[in-house]
């Protein structure tokens, strides 16, 4: 969940809570409609109180995907990153960077909904920088010359800035 959404619900709850007190303070204290007001304290109280631990879970719970989505994710790149430095890398090296990339795009694809993009039909999938480095490492495999290789660190460096900030706005 993330954190507009939670202050939205706080806000809703907190303007029905603040109204309901109002009305109990402008209520003549003894009359019925006050007794039946205060009757139903508890309640009032309870169900936003359930409705707002459940918003609070939710964003606690989000907010632990993704640190274990960051522990992940870090060496994911780095290990793609110095792939690229590798003299001459053998099938079980690229082998290795391939899973953990791989692993980390189903991890986001699991824990992100699309962002959307102003002025675009299309919404941007979370992932595409990481799926784009996992192309550049497809590309490079394991018998590409030391230039390529030089070649192929800048986009993956620029991709995962670029990924880093989509996912910081989520």
Not at 26 to 34: A, M
Not at 137 to 146: A, E, K
Request: include cysteine; charge should be positive.
């Amino acid at each position: 969940m993330r954190k507009e959404k939670l202050n939205t619900a706080i806000v809703v709850i907190v303007s029905l809570l603040t109204l309901y007190g109002t009305i109990g303070v402008l209520l003549k204290h003894g009359s019925h409609e006050f007794e039946v007001w205060r009757s139903c304290i508890s309640l009032v109280l309870a169900v936003p109180a359930a409705i707002l631990s459940y918003y609070i879970q939710r964003r606690n719970s989000y907010l632990q995907s993704l640190r274990d989505l960051w522990k992940q994710l870090l060496p994911a790149v780095q290990s793609a990153i110095q792939y690229t430095h590798i003299d001459s890398p053998n099938q079980k090296e690229y082998a290795s960077v391939k899973k953990e990339l791989n692993v980390v795009i189903d991890l986001i694809r699991g824990i992100f909904k699309n962002v959307p993009v102003e002025g675009s039909p299309t919404d941007l999938y979370p992932y595409e920088n990481l799926k784009d480095i996992d192309e550049v490492i497809s590309y490079l495999s394991y018998g590409t010359p030391q230039k390529q290789k030089k070649n192929a660190r800048r986009p993956e460096d620029a991709l995962y800035n670029f990924g880093r900030k989509c996912l910081m706005l989520c």
